[in-house]
Nanobody, 123 residues
Framework: VQVVESGGGVVQPGDSLTLSCVVSGSLFEKFAIGWFRHAPGKGRDGVLCIDTSDAITYHEDSAKGRFTISLDHAENTVYLQMNGLKAEDTARYYC?????????????????WGQGTQVTVSS
């Protein structure tokens, strides 16, 4: 399974940005795709996850109300729409796949990871 993220960049506080994650390869009929972020000096934190039933799991409360996740079933592409970005959202954002199940609770349960895309929020 291959996982490729894109869409990162440098934006100003309050801006919006959409990240994309394309997954391909030997996927089961049911799978889940999660977004994570790793900020300097911090651990890797889960943000949001969506599965092939379009069930959504929030891994981080700060994402509620600002971030939304959607899945294009035809393209096996997940989008992370981020609004009202803050400096503390600066991080490298990663996409991961749990192949065969719905969104897991623990980060270590995800099977495949992408290389990440950098998001920098700065004035």
């Amino acid at each position: 399974v291959q996982v490729v993220e894109s869409g990162g960049g440098v934006v100003q506080p309050g801006d919006s940005l959409t990240l994309s994650c394309v997954v391909s390869g030997s996927l089961f009929e049911k799978f889940a795709i999660g977004w994570f972020r790793h900020a300097p000096g911090k651990g890797r934190d889960g943000v949001l996850c969506i599965d092939t039933s379009d069930a959504i799991t929030y891994h981080e409360d700060s994402a509620k109300g600002r971030f939304t996740i959607s899945l294009d079933h035809a393209e096996n592409t997940v989008y992370l729409q981020m609004n009202g970005l803050k400096a503390e959202d600066t991080a490298r954002y990663y996409c991961a796949v749990e192949n065969g199940r719905s969104c897991p609770q623990e980060i270590w349960e995800y099977d495949y990871w992408g290389q990440g895309t950098q998001v920098t929020v700065s004035s």
